[in-house]
């Protein structure tokens, strides 16, 4: 029995390794804050948002699958819930019943088997009564197919059997063993065995038995013979011992899988809930594959930012579509990094199988999202600014593949201008070669004029938007790079009054 | 000629000693020896290896068994039978200890069907190996001859037969608190497997394993033993057969047998415990020619004691050579410390103490010298209990072993007399050497002393060799060179700016 709910032939591998630079992912687009919204303040939901949007996948119809069962729960939130609850509940009985396998014995090891498979009997049912009530409601390949290995697999006949084998492993009537002599006529062999059942009338029984029955009674002070007793035992009951034990462990693997795979999709949903509480549209993104070039958006937002602000916030649209290079200059403070974040987190969303922050979203996949910002300078750090910075960039640039997407953001800026372009002119000239997306935000203007001179059919200039009188509306447009980045209006807004 | 031994050709009374001779602890060999027997104290090896021979004709019959050993596919024979032996000799010992009757009688049977099969896989072995040694074709003849020997037939043949009708016993168990019962097998289903198979659907992957290893040591305790009363009831047959086998098998342990399996031992233990050398470090052995007179050499040879304790180190072992011939006898070594002087001595010995127990040595190749016994003398610490002084003390050990000494010993001194003035030395060591000279036995004088080197044409002087390009560095290399301490000791000057040319120069007039 397969959950099969992320992928639709594989379980969710919540221990895969996460990008080498997902600490830089992290900060620079304040994927935390992403993080929290799906987790609402749950750690096990933190770690699968976490895990599932820093890892997302590259196949277009694993991504579809994903977003499929994903409207699936937008639409009946209710009974995601309910069946989350089951692992839920499972492991809280665990907990509270003290149910585990601890025991060093095979006798004390099947009965604790024994409990924790009486407890999951309890919530497979409650499993099997969702299945059967709600199956219908649900039309993505990945739940029909997981009601329908519900209702199949556990029917009535099933819990019938394992019902069975529970009184059963209680040996209420003894320990029937068989046993062979090894070497110095020593028992070995030990197989427990299933008593015949009885056949025909009594009579026929009585006389059909052939072997004689020699029995022995114990001194009740016979504490040596009661032990050696005791041990023959667990001989005998050693692997159904680990049968039940390994069953048991079974079973909650499978309560452990639902769990996880159910729990990103509850992320899902609280983010889903928060962002329409709060008037923010969302949208399924229309997926393309990588070898395609497209970035075409309406509506679209940093959903970071509106989380944190708790408000409505400024929206961009623009089309990218066949454009490998997009270069963001203008005015400072105008809403370039917020775009450009918004870029990454739209993406790594889309990856992750989740809705986008935008009214209407597509863009290809890519086969990475890698960030290169510019960092506040660390105290302890020996090397300067400048060799830090390439440094980072030639950890990236180990790990880039074509069809990867690299944000930067004021990068190679801690040097003079000339200098500054040029290193990124070399850069980003090799990963436009190397089939690698770029985003570039930057205030350097020899870098995006020199783009912009040459006129390159595949790159497009955004700039941020200042109207006339100063102000920022915070949006990004088409428009060519400016020798100023009105760097003086913000030090007039700060300074102004004072200065006045 | 009947087989008699893999040790001895002919009928030989070894008196065996755990006494190991004078020379073992000098020559660093009680080391090797510890080393190669530690494993197999059971056989008691120690006295074969204290025993060095004196006759070339027990040595070759040595050498050529071991020849044969060295096909790697009979040494494994050999390996083989001596491991079904042991375990054996482990049921037999068992059995002894046990109480309860038919627990006894089964380990006997135990021990009786080990020891057949070893027997009958030996002489499978035997038959199809192609064996040249003298001893392994005459125990090819003993033990197909015992083999086919009534005795044997029905021991084997009995013993099988009362085992198959006891493994045939198949017997339930009913357990029950405070009480069990038993009973036939009556085909009863497996039950665990019925509850694997029940849950398998929900397998995901592989699963821990909660079997619990339970304690399986021999023994019965007294619920075993009622239960083993039940099952003898069940089935009385196979117990009768198995109480008529140890009436007619009273004993069976082949004496011959049993010598063997400890003898060869001797030889298993000895190759075992270079075969680490050759594979790992890929140093030579051989087996030595036997020199019929006093003419010895050896090539690429070294201490094998130093080699066992360099085993697992990366320090790579200096081979040397060695050779006497027409007048020669004594090699006279000298050079700076710490150069393996003394290694080179403790070789030149430990090389003819291995060859005479029939061995292979440490080397490429050997002609080495048969001799009587091997007198040495190195430094010993102050005695304060010993009332003379160490002159007098090193005086009086010589004298000892001066007495000792015939023209068929071999002497190993090593730097006597450094506790005395250099004049003194140089003449009490004079007064050695024409002693040991006139008694025309072999062996390696390491001294301090250039002056003996060139004492007669009977000695040969061998040098440390310091390395040309930094003098300070030790070659480990002993060469036959004239010796002159000068070239070294003026390297040394200058690597410290003490040659006249440079302490003229650091001290400027």
Known sequence: ?500 | MPFHSILFEKETVLQETNQPPACLGDLNLDQVIDAVTAKKEEYDLKPFFYAPLADAEIIRYRQEIGRDLQNPAWMAQVKAFAEQMASARRSLKLSEKLDYEYHKKGWYLEAALTYCRAVGSLAEALQATSLQSRGFQGLREYVLGYVHSPVFRALDEEARRVRAGLADVKYNILIQSGRFSVRKYEDEADYSLEVEKTFAKFKQGAAKDYRVSLYTGKGMNHIEAQILNFVVRLYPEPFAALDAFCEHHPAFLDEPLAAFDREVQFYVSYFDSIAALQEEKGLPFCFPAISAGREVEARQAFDLALAGSLRFEATPLILNDFELSGAERIIVVTGPNQGGKTTFARMFAQLHYLAALGLPVPGRSARLALFDRILTHFERQEDIRSLRGKLQDDLVRIHDLLAQATPRSIVILNEIFSSTTLKDALFLSQAIMTRLLELDALGVWVTFLDELASFSEKTVSMVSAVSPENPAERTFRIVRRPADGLAYALSLAEKHRLTRGDILERIRP
């Not at chain 1, 029995?1 to 969710?12: A, Q, S, T």
């Not at chain 1, 199988?353 to 020996?382: I, Q, W």
Request: charged share 25%; aromatic share 8%; with cysteine.
């Open chain 1, 1 to 500: 029995m397969n959950v099969f709910l992320m992928y639709p032939d594989r379980d969710y591998d919540p221990r895969a390794p996460l990008p080498v630079n997902e600490a830089d992912l992290t900060q620079d687009l304040a994927l935390g804050t992403l993080f929290q919204a799906m987790a609402q303040g749950d750690k096990f939901l933190f770690e699968t948002a976490r895990q599932a949007i820093l890892t997302g996948v590259e196949d277009l119809e694993a991504l579809r699958y994903r977003q499929e069962v994903l409207k699936d729960c937008l639409k009946n939130p209710a009974v995601v819930r309910a069946l989350y609850q089951i692992p839920i509940d499972s492991i809280q009985n665990k907990q509270r019943h003290w149910l585990g396998i601890f025991s060093r014995y095979p006798a004390g090891i099947l009965s604790s088997a024994v409990e924790m498979l009486e407890m999951f009997v309890g919530l497979l049912r409650r499993l099997r009564q969702i299945a059967a009530e709600h199956a219908d409601d649900f039309e993505s390949a990945g739940f029909r197919r997981f009601f329908a290995m519900i209702e199949q697999e556990l029917d009535e006949a099933y819990f019938a059997e394992i019902e069975a084998h529970l009184r059963q492993l209680r040996f209420r009537d003894g320990v029937l063993v068989s046993a062979e002599l090894g070497a110095g006529n020593e028992g070995t062999n030990y197989v427990l065995r299933k008593p015949n059942p009885p056949e025909g009338p009594l009579v026929k029984r009585l006389l059909k038995r052939k072997s004689p029955v020699y029995s022995y009674t114990l001194h009740p002070r016979d504490d040596h013979g009661a032990r050696a007793l005791g041990e023959l035992r667990d001989r005998g009951l050693n692997l159904v011992a680990n049968a039940a034990a390994q069953s048991a462990d079974h079973i909650d693997g499978f309560l452990t899988t639902l769990r996880q795979e159910l729990a990103f999709y509850i992320g899902g949903l609280n983010l889903y809930e928060q962002l329409t509480g709060l008037g923010q549209p969302v949208a399924f993104p229309e997926a393309r594959p990588s070898e395609e070039r497209r970035h075409d958006f309406h509506g679209l937002y940093d959903v970071c930012l509106a989380l944190t602000m708790k408000k409505r916030v400024v929206s961009n649209e623009g089309n990218a579509d066949g454009k490998d290079l997009v270069m963001i200059t203008g005015a400072n403070q105008g809403g370039k990094s917020t775009f450009l974040r918004s870029i990454g987190l739209a993406q790594v969303m889309m990856q992750a199988g989740l809705f986008v922050p935008a009214e209407r979203f597509t863009a290809n996949l890519c086969s990475g999202v890698f960030t290169h910002y510019r960092r506040e300078e660390d105290a302890s750090m020996k090397s300067g600014k400048l060799d830090e910075e390439l440094k980072r960039m030639s950890e990236i640039v180990d790990h880039l593949r074509p069809h990867a997407l690299v944000l930067f953001n004021e990068s190679f800026a801690a040097t003079n201008e000339r200098e500054g372009s040029e290193i990124a002119r070399q850069v980003v000239d090799a990963l436009l070669e190397r089939r690698i997306k770029v985003f570039f935000v930057t205030h350097q203007y020899e870098l995006a004029h020199g783009y912009y001179a040459r006129a390159l059919p595949n790159a497009l200039f955004l700039r941020a938007e200042r109207q006339a009188d100063g102000s920022r509306t915070y949006k990004v447009r088409p428009g060519e790079p400016l020798p100023t980045s009105h760097g003086e209006d913000v030090y007039r807004k700060v300074f102004g009054r004072q200065e006045a």
